[in-house]
Nanobody
């Protein structure tokens, strides 16, 4: 059973930065994809960024392109989401997720494993 543990959330002002980490464990075969999702109060959860663990290929939704960067450590057991130029609309609970293929950010049922979430709050 894959376990995902997020860390690094917090509160910042507009324009600030935060770095989220997701440590994966408990797997016998490394997930092909890892990603970050977020859910703001009163809104549906949405995909933010995804990385293919073998190739390192990344994908971002338009709202975070150029501001967020997803990466993985050399051991490929931790996924990082570096968030820069944060805006109040980035305020949400951020969740790490992992799965095999397919791993579409727009299809949450593709993703088999989820972390508990970490809160990000951006104040104006």
């Amino acid at each position: 059973q894959v376990q995902l543990v997020e860390s690094g959330g917090g509160s910042v002002q507009t324009g600030g930065s935060l770095r989220l980490s997701c440590a994966a464990s408990g797997y016998t075969s490394r997930p092909n994809c890892m990603g970050w999702f977020r859910q703001a109060p009163g809104k549906e959860r949405e995909g933010v960024a995804r990385i293919l663990t073998n190739s390192g290929a990344t994908f971002y939704v338009d709202s975070v392109k150029g501001r967020f960067t997803i990466s993985q450590d050399n051991a490929k057991t931790t996924v990082i989401l570096q968030m820069n130029s944060l805006k109040p609309e980035d305020t949400a609970m951020y969740y790490c997720a992992a799965t095999s293929f397919p791993c579409r950010l727009s299809v949450q049922s593709d993703w088999n494993y989820w972390g508990q979430g970490t809160q990000v709050t951006v104040s104006s």
